[in-house]
């Protein structure tokens, strides 16, 4: 992990925790929310005073030793909890960002086709469970969530759209998937790539291992990983695979 990225995982770490640290403070002062379906489990305040104290010591946990799952999952429970006791707003706000991080980092890989949809009916429950504070909250609960779902739509196609001139035209032009829909499913072993050419692109697309990283963990050389990478960009006419990267990560990878 690069040190710059470290530091600034760490900060948000920190920032986290310093807010989990007062939203903890604030559930123990409060009596928390009767009109919550959490009374249906419990006592509110207990509940949620003691999941807020559970995520703060995660994210003083995550300054020493960031993972970005370990955000995700914060904010995830954060988002139901939130959802669930009369902070419907933040509750949808920690639920698009979480959803984005999965995203930005392919954080769930090729299970992505999965995790994502599970996670998205685990925030209708959540909004459907906001009935308890009336049927007007649970209305405007989701008119927002579908606004925010729409608003960071549009955001991330502009950005798209605006970012692609910086893109090679190996990348934007690509003469190997032009037929190909991005977003698809793609099968490497369609291109005639051999076993250990697979296993190395997908290595490198969903667990981001570095030439040193697959050097190690198979026993070659590096050179070895970086000829195997040479030939596989000639393969779908890239240069590097910084630009094989870039090509890939636009559809669903598979074997």
């Given amino acids: 992990m690069q040190v710059n990225k470290l530091i600034n995982e760490r900060v948000l770490s920190a920032i986290g925790f310093c807010f989990l640290v007062i939203a903890t403070i604030t559930a123990f002062l409060n009596?928390?929310?009767?009109?919550?379906?959490?009374?249906?489990?419990g006592s509110s305040k207990k509940i949620i005073f003691v999941i807020h104290l559970i995520c703060s010591c995660y994210a003083f946990f995550l300054i020493f030793k960031p993972s970005d799952i370990g955000?995700?999952?914060?904010?995830?429970?954060?988002?139901?909890?939130?959802m669930l006791t009369s902070y419907e707003q933040l509750g949808t706000f920690f639920f698009y960002a979480s959803l984005i991080?999965?995203?930005?980092?392919?954080l769930a890989g090729k299970k992505m086709g999965n995790i994502i949809p599970a996670l998205i009916?685990?925030?209708?429950?959540?909004?459907?469970?906001?009935?308890?504070?009336?049927l007007k909250v649970t209305f405007l609960s989701i008119a927002s969530s579908a606004y925010s779902f729409i608003f960071y739509l549009w955001i991330y196609k502009y950005l798209k759209a605006k970012l692609s001139c910086f893109w090679p035209k190996t990348v934007?032009?690509?003469?190997?998937?032009?037929?190909?829909?991005?977003?698809s499913i793609l099968k490497l072993s369609d291109y005639e790539l051999n076993e250990r050419?697979?296993?190395f692109v997908l290595e490198n697309l969903y667990n981001n291992l570095s030439y040193k990283d697959l050097s190690s963990k198979y026993n070659v050389s590096v050179s070895t990983v970086k000829r195997t990478f040479t030939d596989i960009c000639k393969v779908f006419k890239v240069n590097n695979l910084e630009e094989l990267r870039f090509l890939l990560l636009q559809y669903q990878i598979i074997k």
């Fill in 101 to 106: 991080l999965i995203i930005c980092k392919d």
């Fill in 172 to 183: 934007t032009q690509n003469e190997v998937l032009k037929d190909v829909k991005i977003g």
């Fill in 71 to 82: 955000y995700v999952i914060i904010m995830m429970v954060e988002s139901v909890l939130t």
């Fill in 31 to 41: 009596d928390g929310d009767p009109d919550s379906i959490l009374e249906f489990i």
């Fill in 121 to 134: 009916v685990i925030h209708v429950l959540s909004l459907i469970g906001t009935f308890t504070h009336g």
């Fill in 197 to 199: 050419q697979i296993t």
